[in-house]
């Protein structure tokens, strides 16, 4: 199964926010737990964010995570390191329960198949749990819990891992063709493409004031 990002915009908050539970969750926490939140005048992303756009599989972002994690602890020397040992490294640090790095706390504390960043400060990610609508089939669905990340706060943490990966910019930088390029040459291509399209939105939902969906 794939990651898909959603940019969205003012029209569709309008619209779903009141029939998508955790998206009204979102925007409930935001305005009662931000000051500023209900004055941030959203915007409408272009039409090819709008559509969705295809991250990768789920792994995937767990690659770009494990660089991180492998960067925070190893400094320069993570460029030793192959993908799937980077992939190992953000699975042992899931199951050690250590501390999340700090400068990269909005990158791997959050959910890697649901939930938003939003164009805010926000200190740290937030999981609000909460019961999905139910039908008589799924009475005994379990509780969800939507993530809750700052796309400010993760820009910043991409752009810290720019120079690690070698990138001179992300897919809406770069165009498509030459991104693929570059990625096809990466010694890590899976955690470049998952960065320069991660990098792109949330550099839209910073400057144009967009929520990021995973879904």
Request: net charge negative.
């Amino acid at each position: 199964m794939g990651l898909d990002i959603v940019m969205i915009g003012a029209k569709s908050l309008a619209e779903t926010a009141n029939e998508d539970l955790s998206l009204a969750l979102t925007v409930s926490y935001l305005v009662r737990s931000i000051p500023d939140a209900a004055q941030v005048d959203i915007g409408e992303p272009d039409a090819v964010l709008a559509d969705g756009y295809r991250l990768g599989r789920y792994a995937a972002l767990h690659v770009l995570r494990g660089l991180a994690v492998a960067y925070d602890e190893l400094g320069e020397s993570v460029r030793n390191l192959s993908e799937d040992e980077l992939e190992s490294a953000i699975d042992d640090f899931y199951l050690s329960e250590q501390d999340t790095p700090a400068r990269f706390r909005h990158l791997i504390d959050h959910s890697d198949a649901e939930g938003y960043y939003v164009p805010l400060e926000i200190g740290e990610p937030v999981g609000i749990e909460y019961e999905p609508a139910r039908t008589d089939d799924d009475s005994e669905a379990e509780a969800e819990t939507v993530s809750i990340g700052s796309s400010l706060a993760l820009l910043r943490e991409l752009n810290e891992l720019q120079a690690v990966l070698g990138l001179d910019g992300d897919l809406g930088e770069l165009g498509e063709e030459t991104f693929e390029r570059r990625v096809s040459e990466h010694r890590w291509p899976t955690a470049a493409h998952v960065w320069g399209v991660l990098r792109w939105c949330a550099r839209e939902s910073a400057g144009k004031k967009l929520f990021i969906q995973f879904c």
